[in-house]
T-cell receptor, first 109, second 115 residues
């Protein structure tokens, strides 16, 4: 599976959009981009995933660049409960999930 | 909603004890997984199962065994607990189809301390 690169930490003001970047320049054509988050001392929570089209659900939006070498997770109106570690994972269907160190997002009141 | 539950949130055991961690999922998923999570090391796969009575080793199976007698239940066993098995243990399940919806859903985790 392709390796991902994420900034180690980010801050976001409450109520503003949080934009979390992820680089995956070695992604293959059959690999999906997944986003999970982990609130302190809890299990990872699935957020969203996509292949090449942008995706949106009730939690977030996923924007994947045309060359698929990077993506951005957008939390449109961040709340204090969105403070968590966010993991960007690239994997082909059926392969393991490899969680890196992720981005620690702190939402500031 | 997918529900994955784990038998304990916190567990304290002594070195040499046999430890059972239980995981139950309620969505009729084929696949189940056990990970451990340690600071700076991310999540590491211990064992997984694609079907009842089937098991496959993950990246770090040493010191662990598993049991899957029923589809909804996947147990992780530490035959003789050691202090280096102090960790957060996470169970996950997935539908098991070869499609893009093969998303893994995680339980709340069990924080095991071995003294």
């Amino acid at each position: 599976d392709a390796k991902t690169t994420q900034p180690p930490s980010m801050d976001c003001a409450e109520g503003r959009a949080a934009n979390l970047p992820c680089n995956h320049s070695t992604i293959s054509g059959n690999e999906y981009v997944y986003w999970y988050r982990q609130i302190h001392s809890q299990g990872p929570q699935y957020i969203i995933h996509g292949l090449k089209n942008n995706e949106t659900n009730e939690m977030a939006s996923l924007i994947i660049t045309e060359d698929r070498k990077s993506s951005t997770l957008i939390l449109p109106h961040a709340t204090l409960r969105d403070t968590a570690v966010y993991y960007c994972i690239v994997r082909a269907t059926g392969n393991q999930f490899y969680f890196g160190t992720g981005t620690s997002l702190t939402v500031i009141p | 909603d997918v529900k994955v539950t784990q038998s304990s949130r916190y567990l304290v055991k002594r070195t040499g004890e046999k430890v059972f961690l239980e995981c139950v999922q309620d969505m009729d998923h084929e696949n189940m997984f056990w990970y451990r999570q340690d600071p700076g090391l991310g999540l590491r796969l211990i064992y997984f199962s694609y079907d009842v009575k089937m098991k496959e080793k993950g990246d770090i199976p040493e010191g662990y065994s598993v049991s899957r007698e029923k589809k909804e239940r996947f147990s992780l066993i530490l035959e003789s607990a050691s202090t280096n098995q102090t960790s957060m243990y996470l169970c996950a399940s997935s539908k098991g189809t070869a499609t893009s919806t093969d998303t893994q859903y995680f339980g709340p985790g069990t924080r095991l301390t071995v003294l």
